[in-house]
Structures are given as structure tokens and as C-alpha cells.
């Protein structure tokens, strides 16, 4: 079952990130607690905003660590965080996918459940969040909205 949550976290792309980081967080805790880890696919905007939510996963959550990598880096060893961006391909099946890129993945309802990520900047980044949220109904989806 697809179910959709959009999330506002701030109103700059700095609160997004570290909103983005406890989530991910609580997320990876949780599954800690069931009989497997599940598998999450955060998605930024970009090449340099997955750089820096990578280094942000060291740091935060400050009481946890969590093992991630950048999607592209086959060095590191399997994690169940995976950090993408468009242009990089994600192949596993992912339990969640946490989206920071305002505009869904055109592959959105292949998870479990999808965090779209929303930036309240009275611009162009909540507009394509926007945006999103109408092609969830379009697709039949009823998205919860959390503010």
C-alpha cells in the first residue's frame, strides 16, 4: 500500500536538512526494533545537497549513529540509508523513500511509504511541492499533510 506524507521542515533548505537527518533517524530506530532493518532511500535536489546531508548523518541524530552512503559510492560497504539524487539509480527495494527534491520521483509509489520533504519558502520550492501533492490525487493517492 502507497501512502504519501508531506512534511513541512522550515523554511530553508539549512532546517530542511537537519529536519531531514531526525527523520531519517527515527525512521532507522524504528525499524531497529522490528525483525529487520528496513531500507531507506533518501533523495536530494543534487549532487551537492546529497554531499551534504552525508556529512549532516555523521552529526545528526546526535545520540545515534547511522549507517549511509552515497548511492554512487561502491567503496562503502551495503547500508540501509542510501542517499540519491537525480541522475543516480536507486535498484533495491526500498522500504521509504524520503524525497528533499521538491518534484516526486516518477517512481514514488514503488515504496512502501514516501516522506516528501516541504520547504514553506513562499516560493518556488513549496510551489513543486505543490505540484507533487496534486499528481499524489492525480494518481489517486490521498496524501496526509503534516505542517
Request: hydrophobic letters at 35%.
Amino acid at each position: 500500500m502507497e501512502k504519501v506524507n508531506f512534511l513541512t521542515a522550515g523554511q530553508s533548505e539549512e532546517s530542511a536538512l537537519i529536519f531531514t537527518c531526525d527523520l531519517v533517524g527515527k525512521l532507522y530506530l524504528n525499524s531497529l526494533k522490528k525483525d529487520h532493518i528496513e531500507l531507506i532511500n533518501l533523495r536530494c535536489f543534487d549532487a551537492n545537497q546529497a554531499h551534504a546531508i552525508d556529512k549532516l548523518l555523521w552529526q545528526i541524530p546526535e545520540n545515534l549513529f547511522i549507517p549511509h552512503k552515497l548511492i554512487n559510492d561502491k567503496k562503502s560497504k551495503e547500508c540501509k540509508v542510501e542517499i540519491s539524487y537525480p541522475g543516480t539509480r536507486a535498484i533495491k527495494n526500498y522500504d521509504f523513500l524520503i524525497n528533499l527534491n521538491p518534484q516526486l520521483p516518477s517512481n514514488y509509489r514503488d515504496f512502501r511509504e514516501t516522506y516528501q520533504i516541504v520547504i514553506k519558502d513562499d516560493s518556488s520550492l513549496q510551489e513543486k511541492a505543490r505540484i507533487s501533492y496534486k499528481k499524489c490525487l492525480k494518481d489517486g493517492i490521498k496524501p496526509n499533510y503534516i505542517d
